[in-house]
């Protein structure tokens, strides 16, 4: 884990990969959960037995999931101190090059690509990259975006 204390640390290493955070199996029981939280029940998620029949043999999970685990991922990677306060600002440019099979393991890669200074703090551009273990092509490619607060 790379930590930084302060927002010169972070400018530092921008252009940087900072590592990559733990594996995390992605579970049927999690996929169920997101499905059950947004209402997205489609079969190629939840239902195994139609999904072993499917283009991929198995349930995958929503790429909204895979996006959402971005912040979990992440605080593996890194951690940034010397804020009030820091919130998600939005994304970037995001795709899903890649499904996730229920069963499968994830990891995010993190690489710091820019800093915006504001009056208040900073917008942080961060690329992450989530990867399926054994995979060729990664999952999600996501500009995610934290604003800073001093």
């Given amino acids: ?21 733990d594996w995390m199996e992605i579970t ?20 195994p037995a139609r999904a072993a ?7 995958i999970a929503h790429g909204y999931l895979t ?12 951690d940034i101190r010397g804020f009030r306060m820091m ?23 993190v690489e710091l690509a820019s800093l915006e200074r504001t009056p208040s703090g900073a917008k942080l551009t961060s690329v992450v990259t989530i990867e399926v273990e054994g995979g060729g092509r990664p999952a999600v490619v996501a500009e995610a975006i934290r604003l800073m607060v001093e």
Avoid: C
Avoid at 28 to 44: K, L, N
């Fill in 1 to 21: 884990m790379r930590v930084f204390e302060g927002l010169d640390q972070v400018e530092n290493a921008i252009g940087e990969h900072l590592g990559f955070s």
């Fill in 67 to 78: 996006l959402s685990l971005l912040p979990v991922l992440g605080a593996d990677v890194m």
């Fill in 87 to 109: 919130i998600n600002y939005g994304l970037g440019k995001v795709r899903f090059p890649a499904p996730v099979r229920v069963g499968s393991r994830i990891r995010a890669g």
């Fill in 53 to 59: 029949e499917g283009p991929y043999g198995s349930t």
């Fill in 28 to 47: 049927q029981e999690r996929v169920d959960a997101f499905a059950e939280a947004t209402g997205d029940h489609q079969w190629i998620h939840v239902d």
